[in-house]
C-alpha cells in the first residue's frame, strides 16, 4: 500500500520528533520493515530544504536525502504531466504546497499522511 506524507509528518519522522502521531508512527514502522511504500513528493523535499536552511530543526540535508536512497520503501515523486493535471484540477487552496501533496496522494491512489488540518479537511484518505 502506497502513502503520501507532508513536509513536516517526513521531518518529524526523520527527527524522531514526539509530534508524530501513533498511527503515523506505525505506518512508517510497517514501511521500515518493508510491508508499506512511502511516498514523498518532490515539493515536500523542496519544503524541508527551505525549512533546513531557516535552521528551524536540526537536521542534514545530506542524511534525508540517504534515508530516501537507501530504502526501496521510501520512493521520490517527481513532477511530471499526470501530477500537474492532477494539481490543476485542485481549486480552493491558498498554498500551492498543498495541492501538490494532495495531487500525489490521488495519483498514486494513496493514504495521506498529515496532521494539517486543511490536508486532513480536504482529502478524505487522511491518516493521523
Known amino acids: 500500500m502506497f502513502y503520501v506524507v507532508d513536509t513536516h509528518t517526513f521531518l518529524w519522522y526523520l527527527t524522531d520528533s514526539l509530534l508524530l502521531s501513533r498511527k503515523a508512527r506505525a505506518l512508517f514502522d510497517l514501511a ?63 498554498d500551492l504546497h498543498d495541492r501538490v501533496i494532495i495531487a500525489t496522494a490521488k495519483v498514486f491512489d494513496a493514504h495521506l499522511i498529515s496532521k494539517d488540518g486543511l490536508l486532513r479537511k480536504s482529502y478524505v484518505r487522511t491518516i493521523w
Open 32 to 94: 521500515d520493515k518493508g510491508k508499506a511504500i512511502i511516498v514523498i513528493p518532490a515539493i515536500v523535499i523542496l519544503e524541508a530544504i527551505d525549512i533546513l536552511d531557516k535552521k528551524k530543526i536540526r537536521f542534514d540535508f545530506e542524511t534525508l536525502i540517504a534515508k530516501i536512497q537507501v530504502s526501496n520503501n521510501f520512493i521520490f515523486s517527481d513532477l511530471n504531466w499526470s501530477l500537474i493535471i492532477e494539481v490543476n484540477k485542485l481549486k480552493g487552496f491558498k
